[in-house]
């Protein structure tokens, strides 16, 4: 554990920590300590989790004793996450924020350092070969000491198979396809437009469970490492409750602060709805149960005593990789609708193959009404994706022959189905207009024109389930759309 320096404490990379390292330790002890609290203490485990989702039906750890908080306290507290919306960065730091400071106020009641901070997950880490793994930490039966060890108390995997794998190994099967970082850390944070990318950060919105096109940083890593660590985190309500979830989402926010390093060209929206005092409040409980209500501006620093974080780490991947492009590569033009699907598409565990017809002269004018020299960019929609059910993951492939659906130079992406069922609910805080997508999938056309199997009138598209165990029907996408700008 690192100390803190002026009271700003220092979030380290959990694979950089020694086996139980006292960071650990203290998560683990704290963690205990928190899952005996009753779920109406704001400061328990249940209720922390609560927060960010909860459906008393899916509740895992549900008794009949539990006496909740009333209706309107819930409606106000619980059930808040920000999702498909350009307030999921700023609310869930807040809601790290604040767990953070509860976490710590029971490491410090049992003993324990008040420089502690939350470690945090970095997947995407190319220089270490372990990085997709689940450090044993959080599958150990017990601490070094031989107490119950609250950090593997968590259901995981997505198979009965890979979770067997993964509690003896660490590997989940967690593959780069969840973790590839692609262009995310090159685009604005948003755009606001219809049939485009939402961005770094997510589209425009206003407060909101789901519902919106989910962000670029949302989909991938952070919708896939959800869905491929599935079990509780595989879900909204019970999310929260698995001890990995706050060091998965500690990483996403870290990546936010790497983007806003790469250059002045990254810059957060100046829009006074999301970032000025009088914009969407986010209400929370702090360590002493008191009610605290912040708003996005004020966490764009978290070296401020109401965050008092840094990350050991936020150095550039692209630059060590020797690709510092500087370019923002979302284009400014009109987006003109050039193709869609005819009818709704059902996903399921086997490829599913669909085709857009597309309109070659509305390519044309879309090009025509592009700024001099403005490259055209050719964006993949799938709109109102809806179902119930387990998430899973699909990879989606363009022009991909029968023989072999899954080859590399057709990728275009993948799809985390990480909030479907809760988007899909009618009843429910969370929408009914189910998840949608935008792929920019201007590299692999191009790919595809050099090779000569790009067709001006038709596009195929094919989603390939990543786990194929799955059963029951899958997703149904409500429409493939192309969209050129
Ligand atoms: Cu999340």
């Keep these: 554990m690192k100390p803190a320096v002026n009271g700003v404490r220092v979030r380290e990379d959990v694979w950089k920590l020694a086996t139980w390292d006292d960071t650990l330790l203290w998560y683990a002890r704290a963690v205990a300590r928190m899952r005996q609290l009753p779920i109406r203490n704001s400061a328990s485990w249940r209720y922390q989790a609560a927060i960010h989702a909860y459906l008393r039906n899916q509740d895992p750890l549900a008794a009949a004793t539990d006496s909740l908080p009333s209706l309107s306290h819930r409606r106000r507290f619980w059930n808040q996450c920000q999702h498909g919306s350009w307030y999921f960065l700023p609310w869930h730091r807040l809601y790290l924020g604040f767990f953070e400071q509860i976490v710590r106020s029971h490491v410090v009641a049992l003993g324990g350092p008040d420089h502690w901070a939350l470690p945090y997950w970095n997947y995407s880490d190319e220089g270490n070969p372990q990085a997709k793994l689940v450090r044993r930490e959080f599958r150990d039966a017990s601490l070094p000491d031989g107490s119950p060890n609250s950090l593997a108390d968590a259901k995981r995997g997505q198979t009965p198979s890979l979770s067997q794998q993964g509690r003896q190994t660490g590997d989940f099967g967690i593959d780069s396809s969840d973790t590839d970082l692609g262009c995310l850390l090159t685009v604005p944070f948003r755009t606001g437009r219809f049939g485009v990318p939402s961005g770094f950060g997510g589209p425009r919105t206003g407060f909101q469970h789901s519902g919106g ?273």
């Excluded at 965050?307 to 060590?320: C, F, N």
Aim: hydrophobic share 35%; glycine share 10%.
């Design 213 to 485: 096109v989910i962000g670029d940083l949302e989909r991938v890593p952070h919708g896939s490492i959800h869905v491929a660590v599935s079990g509780w985190m595989g879900a909204f309500e019970t999310a929260g409750l698995d001890p990995l979830f706050w060091l998965h989402h500690a990483n996403i926010d870290r990546l936010w602060e790497v983007w806003l390093g790469r250059g002045s060209q990254f810059q957060n929206p100046t829009d006074p709805s999301w970032g000025a005092p009088s914009g969407t409040d986010f209400d929370f409980h702090d360590a002493t149960g008191a009610i605290a209500t912040h708003t996005a501006d004020e966490v764009i620093d978290t070296t401020t005593p109401l965050l008092s974080y840094r990350y050991e780490d936020i150095s550039d991947p692209l630059a060590t990789a020797g690709l510092a492009e500087e370019e923002i590569i979302m284009g400014t033009g009109p987006a003109t609708l050039v193709g869609a699907s005819e009818e709704t598409v059902r996903l399921s565990s086997s490829p599913t193959t669909a085709n857009v017809q597309i309109d070659p002269t509305a390519i044309t004018e879309n090009l025509a009404a592009l700024a001099e020299g403005e490259p055209q960019r050719i964006y993949l929609n799938m709109e109102n994706i809806v179902g119930a059910g387990k998430a899973s993951s699909y990879k989606v492939f363009v022009n991909a022959p029968a023989d072999d659906p899954e080859g590399a130079s057709h990728y275009a992406g993948l799809l985390p189905m990480f909030g479907l069922a809760e988007a899909s609910r009618r009843d429910d805080p969370h929408g009914g207009s189910g998840l949608t997508y935008v792929l920019d999938i201007t590299d692999a056309v191009n790919r595809l024109k050099q090779r000569n199997e790009w067709n001006e009138e038709n596009l195929k598209v094919t989603f390939v389930p990543k786990q194929r165990e799955q059963d029951g029907e899958g997703p149904q996408v409500g429409r493939i759309s192309l969209y050129y700008r």
